[in-house]
């Protein structure tokens, strides 16, 4: 990356880039709502591998593109900057989850499989 004119930071064309990945998160298992699983990420994959500290034990990389996790509206607009910018891109769609419906009265059931019990 190099500072333009301007004093924002850009993409190098010839510079040596990682495949950045693009995909929707998934819904947090520790709770039910679905905050933060509207948007598209966009995120790199490493380069580097992780290295263990040996005096405290801390995990460090020397690949600061990790670090670096953007969002967007939607999966167009991330393919768009990613095109725009010269990034190598893959994106990984998400999988919609199986709903089972069951009203509450299935719970008290004659035909349950398991009779209900205090």
Known sequence: MYANHKGRRAFRKGAAMTTARIYKPAKTAMQSGTAKTKSWVLDFEET??????????????????????????????????????????RVFDPNQPKRRIMAYADNFAFSRRTPWTH
């Open 48 to 89: 580097a591998p992780k290295e263990v500290e040996p005096l405290m034990g801390w995990t460090s990389s020397a690949d600061t593109q990790q670090q670096v996790r953007l969002r967007f509206a939607s999966k167009e607009e991330a393919i768009a900057y990613c095109e725009h910018h010269g990034i190598a891109y």
